[in-house]
Nanobody
Framework: QVQLVESGGGLVQAGGSLRLSCRASGRTFSDVTMGWFRQAPGKERDFVAA????????SYAESVKGRFTISRDNAKNTFYLQMNSLKAEDTAVYYCATGPSGSYYHHQFDYWGQGTQVTVSS
């Protein structure tokens, strides 16, 4: 059974930084995509960033390009989301997820973390 455990959310002032972590367990990860999504109150769950586990190729939502960086540590089965220059509109519950290689839309991801709250005060 695949499990994803997130950590690193919290409260930060606008312009500040946070790093989210997602530790994956339950199988050997190779031909998969690891992703981050976020959901603000009353809104849909939106794609934030993704990384191909084996090759390390990354993709980002336009709204976070240049501010957020997704990375992974294969040895630790953990991937990260470094968030810099945070804005009030980044406030949301952030979820990590894993799915088949090339996954992009949230319905393509099979397993999800429990979510972690990120609040950016203006």
């Amino acid at each position: 059974q695949v499990q994803l455990v997130e950590s690193g959310g919290g409260l930060v002032q606008a312009g500040g930084s946070l790093r989210l972590s997602c530790r994956a367990s339950g199988r050997t990860f190779s031909d998969v995509t690891m992703g981050w999504f976020r959901q603000a109150p009353g809104k849909e769950r939106d794609f934030v960033a993704a990384i191909l586990w084996s090759e390390g190729y990354t993709s980002y939502a336009e709204s976070v390009k240049g501010r957020f960086t997704i990375s992974r540590d294969n040895a630790k089965n953990t991937f990260y989301l470094q968030m810099n220059s945070l804005k009030a509109e980044d406030t949301a519950v952030y979820y990590c997820a894993t799915g088949p290689s090339g996954s992009y839309y949230h319905h393509q991801f099979d397993y999800w973390g429990q979510g972690t709250q990120v609040t950016v005060s203006s």
